[in-house]
Nanobody
Framework: QVQLVESGGGLVQAGGSTRLSCAAS????????MGWYRQAPGKQREMVAI???????NYADSVKGRFTISRDNANKTVYLQINSLKPEETAVYYC?????????WGQGTQVTVSS
């Protein structure tokens, strides 16, 4: 059974930075695509960044140049470095794993950006 546990986030000032981590259990981490999504109050969940098993990355246009996704297969962890945060990016950030045919989600971690 795969479990994803996010950490990091919290209260950050506008323009500040933080790093989110997602630790995965199980032995199939290196074969999986990983991603970060976020859901702001009253809005739909949206993709933020994805990293494939081969470490190719893709970002939402709104975060390009400010967010960086990376993975450490040895420690089964995926990271999201977030810079230049904006108040409208206040959201719950979720870790996501795709290992077909299964998809897994973490419980989410709150990032609150104060203006």
């Amino acid at each position: 059974q795969v479990q994803l546990v996010e950490s990091g986030g919290g209260l950050v000032q506008a323009g500040g930075s933080t790093r989110l981590s997602c630790a995965a259990s199980g032995s199939i981490f290196s074969d999986s695509a990983m991603g970060w999504y976020r859901q702001a109050p009253g809005k739909q969940r949206e993709m933020v960044a994805i990293i494939t098993s081969g470490s190719s990355t893709n970002y939402a246009d709104s975060v390009k140049g400010r967010f960086t996704i990376s993975r450490d297969n040895a420690n089964k962890t995926v990271y999201l470095q977030i810079n230049s945060l904006k108040p409208e990016e206040t959201a719950v950030y979720y870790c996501h794993m795709v290992l077909p045919p299964r998809v897994y989600w973490g419980q989410g971690t709150q990032v609150t950006v104060s203006s």
